[in-house]
């Protein structure tokens, strides 16, 4: 079950400075446009009414929040969610749709979504949602049901090491002072784990 943490602050909301709403409505777009901008001008947002413009964007650049309709025209959130699995750093993804269906709530959730918005949406719920996407930890439970004899605990634990300070290091641009900060460590911790790493490998 997650766990609140503290609430977001202004500043922390400003980080998010990069943003990839993927909607066909366009009103919706514009809609969730200016919520976007009223929070900080500084934001830079690219639209896309479809799942092709999405992958496109995605590839072009790597967004801090992925906004995203689980039913496009041509396809759905599920390929728009696979292109952005290999980015580094990992957006954030919240999910919006009028009609996804509890199996396909899971399914998002086990694609990395954060959180999924019913439609219609309000822009209190939409502000609400992004603080509470921005300050909770993601929910790792179901990913750890999956791996059960798939895995053996020891690699599991060392994959995900390994994969949360690959993901810290890609968030502070490489400063270990900053990717210590992330993952709650020292940054003689942080120099130790890469090393060690390192010897491994």
């Not at 977001?8 to 777009?29: H, Q």
């Not at 009223?38 to 967004?63: F, G, H, K, N, V």
Request: with cysteine; glycine share 4%.
């Amino acid at each position: 079950m997650r766990q609140r943490t503290e609430r977001v602050t202004a500043k922390e909301m400003v980080g998010l400075r990069k943003v990839l709403i993927v909607e066909d409505s366009a009103r919706l777009r514009r809609a969730l446009r200016s919520a976007l901008l009223a929070r900080s001008s500084e934001m830079q947002i690219t639209d896309c009414a479809t799942a092709q413009s999405a992958r496109d964007a995605l590839a072009r650049e790597t967004p801090d929040l992925l906004l995203l309709d689980v039913h496009l025209p041509d396809g759905s959130a599920f390929e728009v969610l696979d292109a952005a699995r290999p980015l580094r750093p990992t957006p954030i993804a919240i999910a919006m749709s009028g009609k996804a269906s509890a199996d396909e709530a899971f399914r998002l959730a086990r694609l990395g979504v954060s959180i999924y918005l019913p439609k219609p949406l309000d822009l209190t719920t939409l502000n609400t949602t992004l603080e509470q996407a921005l300050a909770e930890p993601p929910d790792l439970e179901v990913h750890v049901r999956s791996a059960v004899g798939k895995i053996a605990v020891k690699d599991a634990e060392r994959l995900v090491r390994s994969t949360m300070v690959d993901e810290a290091l890609a968030r502070s641009a490489g400063n270990l002072r900053g990717a210590a900060r992330l993952l709650n460590v020292s940054r003689e911790l942080l120099q130790h784990i890469l090393r060690s790493r390192r010897s491994e490998g």
